[in-house]
């Protein structure tokens, strides 16, 4: 009893006494505003108040979109809790999947193509406008040489001197070889002693050699040519000048075959694949035919317009006599040509097999040169060649090569028609060389097995079954005609046996006109020239498979 007293006692100790200032009251008061704000608290949510209303509707708006924009089953995730901390692992452990789907779907959906870039004094101008073009369509990407990241170099300019391209990367190509200057340097190519090629002589180095030449042919023009620029002009003894180093002086067809009283030289696309084993394809989809503006005759050596090719020159479309058949018939230049060669009697096949013949031959002559180079790359692989030859025939058909221009013009911006000519060049070529694809891909690298497999099998390359299966090719790859067989194949042999397949398979309207069928090889002997041993290993095997499929005869 003592202790419930106590107890009592410290109870109303611990509540203070109200004293005679009105404490006792002020605290009633506040408790009564306590109740008064709860009050309203509860009016503020009473559904049956107006305002009750339009606060429950906003707060369920807000939180159907909250729920919305969580990550998918959050909710289920958080009510399957067991606890806070195992449930705040359970959460972290289903949420890694989900951030792993969302990164596969963001990466599928970017646009990933094989990529370009342009090299050269001005990437950005007109001149290109046909090769971009072409290289859009095939579904490729510009991109600038502040990447690594890319799959073809299209170089206007010779790039080999400005960017390091040594250590390539198996899949990227450039649109030019190593060395390739040789074949298209004017002076180089013009001092090539060869059947098409008219005498010429550097200077000054050469100079004794020209007087005496000159003296022996008394009657022979000759021009004076700049080594880089067009600039042409026919001189006498007295006016060339023997002191330059830029120029060499070659002799002057002066009795060229004339298209309704005009003089014109042939432009022929020409594309190199692969050197040692040389591949060398031209376009014969069309032949670009550039006629001299003035009548060749009465003839005036101080005018340049009646026998020197210009920008200004005249197209096939306004020479009168090929009218009819190119803008009447719609054939294109080269046939246009051979149907007026035809109508005077002749046979314009003559010109075609000359033609080839000396592109063949002044390629021939300097592959060894640009062989020579290549083994400073990583492969050789990575190079391919478009160029185009310019070539002139005088009356009695016979052709002679002039040069060879590494960057031709591709620009239709002087003649409109042309464009249809450079896109179907452009496009022709870069299928056969694997810049276009029918196949959808990201880059030039190397697909998987299967899309390989399909593309070209080993069974589309192997040759002589018969041959190799006996004596003594199945015993030994030490006699030199079992090269061919499969197991005396290298790593590097099939890709090169792969790639001439896929050259042949997809060469659309280029017509390869090295290797030689082996009925033309008597020309290697007319010409005096000695095969490489990989060229003549390239030479047999499109012999053998022209055996097994008469395409690859020609």
């Known amino acids: 009893m003592d202790k419930r007293k106590s107890d009592r006692k410290k109870r109303d100790a611990s509540i203070p006494e109200p004293d005679s200032s009105g404490t006792e009251k002020d605290g009633s008061n506040q408790v009564n505003q306590v109740v008064q704000r709860v009050e309203e608290l509860n009016c503020f949510f009473d559904l049956r108040t107006k305002r009750g209303q339009i606060l429950f509707f906003t707060v369920t708006i807000l939180a159907a979109t909250l729920t919305q924009c969580l990550p998918k089953d959050a909710l289920s995730t958080i009510f399957q809790m067991k606890d806070a901390q195992s449930g705040s692992q359970q959460s972290k452990v289903q949420c890694e999947p989900e951030v792993k789907v969302v990164e596969k779907l963001v990466s599928h959906r970017v646009d990933t193509?094989?990529?370009?870039?342009?090299?050269?004094?001005?990437?950005?101008?007109?001149?290109?406008?046909?090769?971009?073009?072409?290289?859009?369509?095939?579904?490729?990407?510009?991109?600038?040489?502040?990447?690594?990241?890319?799959?073809?170099?299209?170089a206007h300019d010779y790039p080999f001197r400005k960017v390091n391209l040594f250590h390539l990367k198996p899949h990227q190509l450039v649109n030019h070889f190593p060395g390739s200057g040789y074949i298209t340097n004017k002076v180089d190519l013009s001092t090539t002693e060869m059947k098409y090629i008219p005498k010429a002589f550097k200077l000054p180095n050469e100079e004794d050699e020209f007087r005496k030449?000159?003296?022996?042919?008394?009657?022979?023009?000759?021009?004076?040519?700049?080594?880089?620029?067009?600039?042409?002009?026919?001189?006498?003894?007295?006016?060339?000048?023997?002191?330059?180093?830029?120029?060499?002086?070659?002799?002057?067809?002066?009795?060229?075959?004339?298209?309704?009283?005009?003089?014109?030289d042939i432009g022929v696309y020409t594309v190199i694949t692969s050197i040692d084993p040389l591949r060398v394809y031209i376009y014969k989809g069309d032949i670009l035919f550039r006629y001299c503006p003035v009548k060749y005759y009465p003839f005036d050596p101080k005018n340049l317009d009646k026998y020197i090719v210009g920008d200004d020159y005249l197209p096939t479309w306004e020479v009168p006599v090929l009218k009819p058949y190119y803008t009447r018939q719609g054939f294109g230049m080269k046939e246009s040509f051979d149907a007026y060669i035809r109508s005077t009697g002749r046979d314009p096949?003559?010109?075609?097999?000359?033609?080839?013949?000396?592109?063949?031959?002044?390629?021939?002559?300097?592959?060894?040169?640009?062989?020579?180079?290549?083994?400073?790359?990583?492969?050789?692989?990575?190079?391919?060649?478009?160029?185009?030859?310019?070539?002139?025939?005088?009356?009695?058909?016979?052709?002679?090569?002039?040069?060879?221009?590494?960057?031709?013009?591709?620009?239709s911006a002087h003649f409109k028609p042309n464009r249809l000519l450079y896109e179907q060049v452009i496009y022709n070529f870069l299928r056969m060389v694997g810049v276009g694809s029918d196949l959808s891909r990201?880059?030039?690298?190397?697909?998987?097995?299967?899309?390989?497999?399909?593309?070209?099998?080993?069974?589309?390359?192997?040759?002589?079954?018969?041959?190799c299966s006996e004596a003594p090719c199945a015993e030994s790859c030490a006699p030199a005609e079992c090269s061919l067989c499969v197991s005396c194949l290298s790593g590097a042999d099939l890709k090169e046996l792969h790639a001439a397949y896929r050259e042949h398979l997809n060469r659309g309207d280029m017509k390869r006109i090295f290797p030689v069928p082996k009925a033309d090889q008597r020309i290697f002997e007319q010409h005096s020239l000695d095969l490489s041993v990989r060229n003549r290993w390239m030479n047999n095997w499109f012999d053998a498979k022209c055996e097994m499929d008469r395409s690859y005869c020609f």
């Open 113 to 154: 193509r094989p990529k370009y870039w342009i090299y050269g004094r001005n990437p950005d101008g007109d001149h290109l406008l046909h090769v971009k073009n072409v290289l859009q369509r095939f579904g490729m990407e510009q991109v600038g040489n502040d990447t690594e990241d890319w799959d073809l170099l299209w």
């Open 213 to 264: 030449y000159a003296q022996q042919n008394p009657s022979t023009r000759f021009v004076q040519k700049n080594n880089q620029h067009r600039h042409i002009e026919i001189k006498t003894i007295e006016e060339i000048d023997f002191g330059s180093n830029d120029t060499f002086i070659q002799e002057f067809i002066d009795d060229p075959l004339l298209v309704d009283g005009y003089k014109f």
């Open 349 to 411: 096949s003559n010109i075609w097999e000359q033609v080839e013949d000396a592109i063949r031959l002044a390629i021939l002559k300097k592959e060894h040169l640009l062989a020579g180079i290549l083994p400073r790359y990583a492969s050789k692989r990575n190079f391919f060649e478009m160029m185009r030859f310019d070539l002139v025939v005088d009356k009695n058909l016979r052709v002679f090569l002039m040069e060879a221009n590494m960057s031709p013009n591709l620009s």
């Open 442 to 467: 990201e880059s030039f690298r190397k697909r998987s097995p299967d899309v390989e497999a399909m593309v070209s099998s080993l069974k589309n390359i192997v040759v002589e079954a018969n041959h």
